[in-house]
Each structure stands twice: as structure tokens, then as C-alpha cells.
């Protein structure tokens, strides 16, 4: 029912919208807010008007705030205090400004039952609790769904707090029925890949590839950056950014390189080792982060210090000593010997200086080398060198690297060709 | 965070402080702020209790947000709006709310005269006004200097918007300031790591072991939640918790189980080695997350597939057949293995069944084995089954459970005792 009430509503381009955050953590300054800048940006693409992005904490505080800027406002999000150790504190709010009472929605008890079973009892069943005449929004990826509804001539909209739960339902089920009230034409949106690319240069590049009717938004990852792009002339001013960053960098989908990495290997029926000495391990942990990894997945051999690459991997002391650890003849002797260790088709490795310490004027920190054997190629190698965000930044985009050649080397391409068309590294 | 936690929170801290954050372009959506949580967990770490942090466009609409929390708030933070092309608002808007007018303060004159020069006359000069009574704070990098002062029983800071002038200005100046100014230090707080205990057993113990004059608070991290107990009677509340909790899940200090083992290495001089399968690289992934970390880390064979258990560890093939790769008889085995390959004096070993399929009756997802092994003791394994709260998280805690026991093996203590007497994991 509420849909349909939903959509009956007046237009609403140029409405006045405020958003809350809520979220104790963000008081103490443990964490930093992304929601407000994911969501205002999203809003004022559409032509809303964000007059506040308020962020406060877990006890019940936002009724008050919500309460005072009833009059002058359209729209109000709200996201976080949804969970069951809430104390139930938004949903409680919402209800109270809106005049109404929480009533059972049998559907979202189905499938907190489904999620939690007999646990549903005690402080989860209240996560199926909603405002009377309000629509849930169901959250696939946590406990506690969404809903919205209208009431004294607002919009409320509220959304749980946890990141990987926030951005699929905002972007995935909210965002689309907004554009479809403000009267925006819903001319669909392309969502996109982008790695191994520092947010502040993309955004630089989307305004300078940016086309008429286009709009685009983006969402930091750890480990990339997932863009949206809208409009009629996406598809050209996707081709220009992808052109600008260089192959393998921007792909369609909401895919981690692990994703087109395990991809690569499922499609050939290959199996794969690792050697880590700069990664440590991390390229292992993010393969077996999936189950059923192990269908294609043997073992990663970490080898930290050389005398480990020369004795479990079988380097050649003489190649440590000629060209060092880092080079790309180590990395070489380091995937050929992962494969021949565990066995496997193929092998990729990763070998560089991470730092804060250990740079030389040669190999600065952020030196990395990267190597390739297969079974059925040559091996190869390509040394890159990342721009030094700090240590974990040099890890990660050495990870992604490493996956991304990784694929184009089974794919036959040359890895030294892809790494040197990558423009902002 | 429960409601109890909450208050107790704002009576351990008594001084409430509220943050306005001026800035069109965050509420468009543009740029992300990082003021809140660099102020809020400066002011946190003092003791203020941060109330609320609010996003405001450039309009003026901060007075009335003033206006409306005068009562219920003792320090009052803006940054923004005070630059030449800002229409003069946060200025003005803090003297409207004091009562009291903007008067033109000579030495912000002077300073301001020294940079721009003769561009003084015109919007600029309005940098050079502040409410009456008030001081201003220098801003050695910009043209906008900051100001502070009392009205009406609250404690007015206003600060430049842009980060490399807000940053210095608030950490050099302001920050000292109010650190004379509150008496928060010698209040008292204690901070624990708690480790493995989910957060919901956690503050259900903190409600039952409450004391008098006791306060709590916790912060949930990935891999343990950070615990803060004030009041006086805060040493017994903590002894009572960790009783509740089992040996070695509640330490003092801000402390990761990686650094625990860190210090643990270190102290004794030890280098160790992992061998991996559950765990598929995370341990290794934590340690080498350190700069440093070569120093006693020299790698890890990640073996994921039992071929390379016993290839590379050399895991006796009758072991795995006669217990399975999930026994402690194969964790010890393992642990041994690594030892060896990588010529360490200690490892530690994981294996088991993160899921969500591959559980038997026999060991149930969650069932996780760990072995230790030193040059300098017999080896030891325990088998630890963990509530299932997903594939990520019995990993996390496998790793967490392993270097909290292998502290406890390397000074001497049972294994297997101490993971027994572990209650809520």
C-alpha cells in the first residue's frame, strides 16, 4: 500500500532535504562519516537541497533534531541506531515524529527468521519493528532492514549505519525511487570498477571527461573505487575515462580484482599459488575471504625474509645477490618456484618496499616487482612504481596489481605492455 | 551502545561541546569532512562529550543552530565561514548569538596588513573583525585569523575551514588551551582491549558487573573492542569483568593480539614463522602489517589444500587420514613443519572450517584447530569451536585465539587451560 501512497505524492525537484548520521563512534572521532558525503552528493545530482547533515549520537537525540526542522524540510534520512544493540533508538524516533506506532511487519520477521532463526528472540525481533503505514526496504546483507514512509508532509527515509549495508540499499533500492519522484527521467546508471586510481584523480578526470546529460558519483573502497555513471552519454564518457586510466583499470560491474582473478581461474580450470614477501600473505587472504576458494586456490608461500625465498622457493642466491630482492628476476624465480612447491598451473608474486623504511635512491618505497608463471607460458615480470600513500596503501595496490596482470598474463597479454599504460599509479 | 552506557557516558564527561561545520560543498556532496573527527576525537580524548556534529551551507543558518543548544551546551566549535568571500556569516553569527558586536581588533589588523597589503581595503578587511571581547587565534597560514571568547555560560572557538590552516590551528592552539582548561586528565580512565567476546555478551557483562560511580563505554573494532571504565570503583569493575570473561581476553591499554605478540617476540628475541590454512595468510597479512615486522616475522606457508600440508609442511599423510586435516594432531604437525621450513625458534598453526559449508557433525563450522611448536618446548594444540557468526569472523578470531595462545605457550602456560577457561567465544 504505502508504495502507491508513496508515488501519489506532489513532485519533488527542488526539495529541502536533511540528513542524520547516527552513530556514537562518529562523536568520539573513532571513525570518520562517509555516509553524509555519499548521500548529499547523490541528492544534489537530483536536484535536492541539502540543508544539513547532522551527526549524533546513539540515544535517541535525533527526535529532537527531527522534530525542530519539521516545518522547513521534504525530506529526512536517517541512517544507523537500527541494530538490535540500538536499544532501537531511530526507529523509535521516527515513529514518535510521525504521530504513529511501531507495528510488526510480518514480511521483515520472515527474514530476520530466515537470517537468525530461534536467536530472532529478545533484542533482534525488534529490528522487524516499523512505523505504522511505512514500506520496508529489505537489506540482503545485515539484520535490520530500511523503511520509509511519509508523514506531516515529510519524507522519512531510515537506513542502517553499517557501510557495506548503507551503500547497496541507498544506491540500490532508495536512490532509484528518489529520481523517480523528483520527476528526473530514470535514464538508468552504469555502475563501474576503477582501480588502482587515487580518488581525488578520478573525480579530477570526471570532471574533465564529463558530457552533457551525464552525471556520475563515486564510492571509495579499500580496495577501488566503484563509479556510477548516468545519463545519455555515459556510455561515451565512460570510454573517455577508461581511455584516460589506461587498460584493465575501469571494468563494468561491482567486482573486486579477487573477482576477476577467481573469474580467470574458474573459466580455465586452472589452479593457483601465491609467493608473497612485500604482500605477506594478503593476496592468500583475499582469495580464501571466498568460499569455495579452495576449488581453485593450493597456498600461498610467504616469504618475508630471503634466506625463506631462496630455501622455500628455490631463488638463486646468485639472483638476490646480482639484482636484489627486488627486481623482477626474483619475482620470477619466486612465482616458478610457487608453482613448482604447491603444484599448481599457475602462480603470481610480489616482491618491493612498502616502507616507511627500507627505500634506496635505486628502489624508492613504493619499488614493486611482480611475477608470473604459468604452466602452459613463459613466466614475466613487470616492475611498477606506486606513488607512496604509506604502507598499507603500497600493500594493497600491489595486491590489485598483482591480480589485475595476473589475469591479462593467463589471458596471453603482455604484463610490462598493461602495467605501462596505466597512467596514474 | 545501550542506553545505561550512554548516560553513564555523559556524567563521566561534564563537559558537553557541540561542532559546526561550515561548508557548501560538503553538503553538496563535494569534498568529505574531516573536521569532526579530528576535533571530536581530540575533544573525546580530553573527556568533552561530544553532542552533535553539524554540517551547514555557508548561509548564516548556524546562528540559529547556535541559538537553539545554548542551553544544553558548554563549548561551542565552528570552523568555516570566516574567509573573505564568506559573506562575513560564522562571524557575524557568533556575535548575534553572544549579543555582543563585531569590533575591529588591531593586531588581526596589523597581521592581516603585513599579508595582503594594501588588498586589505575591501572584503578582506572584515578578517580583522571579531565580537567584542573576544581573542583572536592567530592563523599563520591564511589570511582569516580564528577567534574565542565566553557569552552566555558558553565557550565560543571559531576556526578557518581550510584543513591546512584548521589543523595546525586547532592542534597548536586550541587544543592546548582546552586541555588547561578542563581538569580532564586528572579525572581518570582507564582503556582495555577485550578480545573475542562478542559485543553484545560484552555490555550485557559491563551492565552486571557495574559498580557505583563506575562508567563504561566501548568501541567495537575489527579484531577486538576497545573498553573505556571511569569512576573510582573502575579497578574492581574491570578485575570483575575479565574474570568474567576468561584469562587473557581483557588487557590494559590500547593493544591489537598482534602487538601482543610483537612484544612477546621481541622481548625474548624469537623469530616465528605460521603456517596457514584456515586462516589462508591472516596472520602473516597482521604482522608484516608493520614496518618492522622482518625483524621477527620470516614468513608463512599458507596451505590450503592438504597436498601442500603435507608437501610443504610435511604433515605425515597417516595423521590427516587417521584424524582428518582438522585435529590437533595436524595443527601440531603443521606448526612443527613450519618451524623447520622456515628455520624459526617458535610457529604457530591454523586449521578448520570457516564455512559456511564443509561442516560435519563431528567438527561444525566454527571447529578450529591451533598448534604451537618452539625450539624450546614440546609442542602443544587446541581445539577451540567458535560460535558461528560467518566465514570473516571465524577466521578474525582463529587469528586473534592463536597469538593470544601463542603468548601464553611462549611463557610457559598451557594451551589448552587457558583456551578452556575462555568463556564467550
Not at 52 to 73: H, K, N
Not at 104 to 122: C, F, P, S
Not at 389 to 408: E, N, P, T
Request: overall charge negative.
Amino acid at each position: 500500500m504505502a508504495q502507491e501512497a508513496l508515488n501519489a505524492q506532489a513532485e519533488m525537484n527542488n526539495t529541502d532535504a536533511r540528513l542524520f548520521v547516527i552513530g556514537t563512534e562518529l562523536l568520539k572521532g573513532q571513525v570518520a562519516d562517509g555516509h553524509g558525503k555519499l548521500i548529499s552528493s547523490e541528492l544534489s545530482r537530483l536536484g535536492y537541497n541539502v540543508k544539513s547533515i547532522e551527526i549524533l549520537p546513539d540515544d535517541g537525540s535525533v527526535q529532537t533534531s527531527m522534530e525542530a526542522c519539521l516545518s522547513d524540510t521534504d525530506l529526512i534520512i536517517v541512517t544507523g541506531g537500527l541494530g538490535p544493540t540500538s536499544d532501537d533508538m531511530t526507529r523509535r524516533a521516527i515513529a514518535e515524529v510521525a504521530g504513529v506506532e511501531l507495528v510488526l511487519d510480518q514480511g521483515a520477521w520472515d527474514t530476520l527468521y530466515k537470517r537468525v532463526g530461534e536467536r530472532i528472540h529478545g533484542a533482534n525481533e525488534q529490528q522487524a519493528y516499523i512505523p505504522k503505514g511505512f514500506t520496508v526496504i529489505e537489506n540482503p546483507l545485515g539484520t535490520a532492514p530500511g523503511f520509509m514512509g511519509r508523514a506531516k508532509g515529510v519524507l522519512f527515509i531510515a537506513m542502517p549505519g553499517p557501510p557495506r549495508e548503507l551503500g547497496p540499499m541507498f544506491l540500490e533500492r532508495v536512490l532509484p525511487f528518489l529520481t523517480s519522484l523528483s520527476g528526473h527521467e530514470s535514464q538508468g546508471r552504469d555502475e563501474y570498477s576503477v582501480f588502482l586510481t587515487p580518488e581525488s584523480k578520478l573525480e579530477e578526470l570526471c570532471v574533465k571527461s564529463s558530457r552533457p546529460s551525464c552525471t556520475w558519483g563515486d564510492r571509495f573502497q579499500s580496495y577501488r573505487i566503484s563509479l556510477y555513471l548516468g545519463g545519455e552519454n555515459r556510455a561515451l564518457m565512460a570510454k573517455s575515462l577508461s581511455d584516460d586510466l589506461g587498460p584493465g583499470l575501469m571494468v563494468p560491474g561491482d567486482l573486486e580484482s579477487w573477482d576477476l582473478l577467481e573469474q580467470a581461474l574458474l573459466e580455465r580450470g586452472l589452479a593457483i599459488s601465491t609467493a608473497e614477501s612485500l604482500t605477506g600473505g594478503l593476496i592468500a587472504k583475499l582469495l580464501t575471504d571466498r568460499p569455495g576458494s579452495s576449488a581453485y586456490f593450493k597456498g600461498s608461500a610467504v616469504t618475508y625474509c630471503n634466506q625463506a625465498k631462496e630455501k622455500v622457493l628455490g631463488v638463486p642466491h646468485s639472483i638476490i645477490e646480482s639484482y636484489t630482492e627486488v627486481s623482477c628476476q626474483c619475482a620470477q624465480a619466486m612465482a616458478e618456484g610457487a608453482m613448482k612447491l604447491y603444484d599448481t598451473d599457475f602462480a603470481i608474486s610480489t616482491t618491493g618496499i612498502a616502507g616507511p623504511t627500507g627505500g634506496t635512491e635505486q628502489s624508492p618505497v613504493g619499488t614493486v616487482c611482480l611475477g608470473f608463471a604459468s604452466r602452459f607460458q613463459e613466466s614475466q615480470s613487470a616492475k611498477l612504481v606506486f606513488q607512496s600513500y604509506g604502507r598499507d596503501s603500497i600493500r594493497r595496490r600491489s595486491a590489485v596489481a598483482a591480480m589485475l596482470l595476473g589475469c591479462f598474463y593467463l589471458s596471453g597479454g603482455s604484463v610490462i605492455d598493461m602495467a605501462s599504460a596505466w597512467q596514474y599509479i
